[in-house]
C-alpha cells in the first residue's frame, strides 16, 4: 500500500508532510512538465481502472449503480484532468498590470506561484470525483498534496491510494486512511492550504482547527439546495428535472434540489407529476440496478426518522414504490417520499436532507419565494424553472447560492468552465477548471523597477513635485 497513515498520534502524519515539504525545499514546485505528465497519468490511470472503480463504489453502498459511478465520479475526473492538462500553462502565464504614471517606466505583473504543500478531505457520496477533482487544480497549480478520503468508503478509498500510486511518488502525492479521529489531525497539520469537502458541522470544526495555523480553507459545505417552479413553467416537465437530479446516488447528493417550491394551489398537481416521473424512470426499486442504496444503516435511520417527524407533525407523506415490492431495511434500498403540508419547524425543512425525500411547499408570490430562501442558511445550489425573462432575472439578482442551474438541475456542476463552490453556510471558495487553479495558487504582485528611472517625487527631499500629487 502507498503511504498508509492508520494512527495520527504515532506522528506519521506529520512524517508524512515533512517528507512533501523537504521535497518541497529541495525540488520546488511540481515542474510544468511533471504536472503535464502527472495529469495525463491520473486520466490514463483512471480510466485503465473504470471497472474496479465501478465495484468499489459498488460494494461501499451496498449497491451503486454503475452508470451513476461513470457519469458523476468516473467522467467528470477524466475531463477535468484533460481540461487542465490542456489549459494548465495558459493560467500559469503571469498577467501584467499597468503601473501608475509616476512609477513609471516601472512595469508591473501577477504571477501565479504554487502554494506548497496541500491538504484535501473528501466525503463518500462521490468518493472518486470529490477527492480527485480538488486534486486536478492542485496539482496543476504546482502544489504537493495530502489527500485523506472518507472511511465511509473503504473500498473506494483503498482503490484510490493503489492509483494515486501508480502516478505520484509519496512526496508529491500521499494518500492517508482513517476517520473522524485522522480527520482531526490532519487537520491541525499546518499545510499552506486545506481543501475540506462534507458537512457544514465539520466544516465549522476544521476551519476552527485550521485558524491555529493561519491555514487558509476552502470549504465545500452542504445544506438545503431549493427548486423554484414558476408559474409560467410546465410542472410536469419540472416535476421531471427535479426528480432526475433529487434521486441521482438516491439523493446522497450535496447539490441536490433539497425541498421544491411551487405556486399555492399546485402542491398536489406537482406531487402527482413527481411520482409519475419517479415511476417512469424508476419502475422497480429493489433489484433495479439504476437505484442506488443508501450509504449505511445510520444514514438509512436518520432518513426514516425524518419521515417518521413530517408524519407526526401532519404532512401528507407519500412514498412511490411503483411495483410495490417489500424492500428490505438491511439492503437500504429507500422508497422515494414526497411530502406536502410540509410544516417548516420540521426536521425535513430545517435540515439537509441528503436523500430520497422531496417536501413540496407553496408560495404566493414569487418575491416572497426569493425572499424565503434568502432567509434561510445559503444554499449550494439553486434551481430555478422559468421561461420568463424577468422572472429569471429577477431570481438570479436576488437569490443568493453557491451556483445555480435554470431549467436543470445538477449540470452546472460538471461544466469545468464554470467555478464550483458555496456561499455562507454552504461553503467558501471555488475549484474545478481555472478556479482550482486559482484557488490552489498564489496570486504574487511584482513590481519591476526600470533600469533607468527618475523615481525622484517618491525620494527626500520630497520638495515640490510631492506637493502636485494631491492638488
Ligand atoms: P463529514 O463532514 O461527516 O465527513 C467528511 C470528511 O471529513 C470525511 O473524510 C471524514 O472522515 C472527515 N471528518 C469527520 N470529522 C472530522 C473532523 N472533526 N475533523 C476533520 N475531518 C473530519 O461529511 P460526509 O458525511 O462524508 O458527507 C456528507 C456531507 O458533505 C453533506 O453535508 C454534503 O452536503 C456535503 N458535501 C458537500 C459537497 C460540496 O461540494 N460542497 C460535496 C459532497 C458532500
Known sequence: MHAIVTNPFEGHLSDCLEAQRSAWLDEGPLSVERRAEALEGLADAVLRHVDEFAEAVRQDFGHR??????????????????????????????????????????????????????????????????????????????????????????????LLDKVIGEVFRPYEVAVVQGGADVGQAF????????????????????????????????????????????????????????????????????????YVLVPRGSERRFAEAYRSAVSRHYPTLRDNPDYTAIINARHYDRLASLVADARRRGARVDEINPAGETLDPAARKMAPVVLTEVPDDGRAMQEEIFGPILPVVAYDRLEEACRSINERPRPLAFYLFSHDSETVEYSLERVIAGGVAVNDTLLHCVQEELPFGGVGESGMGAYHGEAGFRTFSHAKAVFHQARFNAAGMTKPPYGRPMERLLA
Open 65 to 158: 449503480s454503475v452508470h451513476e459511478t461513470k457519469l458523476a465520479d468516473l467522467y467528470p475526473v477524466v475531463a477535468g484532468l484533460r481540461h487542465a492538462r490542456r489549459r494548465f500553462r495558459r493560467w500559469m502565464k503571469p498577467r501584467r498590470r499597468p503601473i501608475d504614471w509616476m512609477f513609471k517606466p516601472a512595469t508591473g505583473r501577477v504571477m501565479y506561484q504554487p502554494l506548497g504543500v496541500v491538504g484535501i478531505i473528501a466525503p463518500w457520496n462521490y468518493p472518486v470525483q470529490l477527492a480527485l477533482a480538488p486534486l486536478t487544480g492542485a496539482i496543476a497549480a504546482g502544489n504537493r498534496v495530502m489527500l485523506k478520503p472518507s472511511e465511509l468508503t473503504p473500498a473506494t478509498s483503498a
Open 187 to 258: 487537520t491541525r497539520l499546518k499545510f499552506d492550504h486545506l481543501l475540506f469537502t462534507g458537512s457544514t458541522a465539520v466544516g465549522r470544526q476544521v476551519m476552527r482547527a485550521a485558524s491555529d495555523n493561519l491555514v487558509p480553507v476552502t470549504l465545500e459545505l452542504g445544506g438545503k439546495s431549493p427548486a423554484l417552479v414558476a408559474p409560467d413553467y410546465p410542472l410536469e416537465k419540472a416535476a421531471e428535472r427535479i426528480a432526475v437530479g433529487k434521486l441521482f446516488n438516491a439523493g446522497q447528493t450535496c447539490i441536490a434540489p433539497d
